[in-house]
Nanobody
Framework: VQLQASGGGSVQAGGSLRLSCVAS????????MAWFRQTPGKEREFVAA????????YVVDSVKGRFTISRDNAKSTVYLQMNSLKPEDSAVYYC?????????????????????WGQGTQVTVSS
């Protein structure tokens, strides 16, 4: 599975960005998808996840109400809509896919659940 993330950039606090991640190499509707983020010197942090069909979603508390994960299986694309951005949201954002048939929402925030990763896209939020 190849993942190509895009949509990062620089915005002021309170602004919005939409990240996209296009998957190829495998049937997209078979892949639970997630977004993680990482800042220098810190571990990669879970942001949001979506089940195969998008019917189940989970976002971390720190972004709940501001970020939304969605997917378009016809376009093999997962999105992360980010609103009301804060400086602390600045990070490199990575999309990830799980090739496991045992993926569950209960473990969706674990980095170990994902075996395919995109290259990352930088998000910078200025105050």
């Amino acid at each position: 599975v190849q993942l190509q993330a895009s949509g990062g950039g620089s915005v002021q606090a309170g602004g919005s960005l939409r990240l996209s991640c296009v998957a190829s190499g495998r049937t997209f509707s078979n892949l639970p998808m997630a977004w993680f983020r990482q800042t220098p010197g810190k571990e990669r942090e879970f942001v949001a996840a979506s089940s195969w069909t998008g019917s189940l979603k989970y976002v971390v508390d720190s972004v709940k109400g501001r970020f939304t994960i969605s997917r378009d299986n016809a376009k093999s694309t997962v999105y992360l809509q980010m609103n009301s951005l804060k400086p602390e949201d600045s990070a490199v954002y990575y999309c990830a896919a799980s090739g496991s048939s045992t993926w569950s929402l209960r473990r969706a925030d674990s980095i170990d659940e994902y075996d395919h990763w995109g290259q990352g896209t930088q998000v910078t939020v200025s105050s």
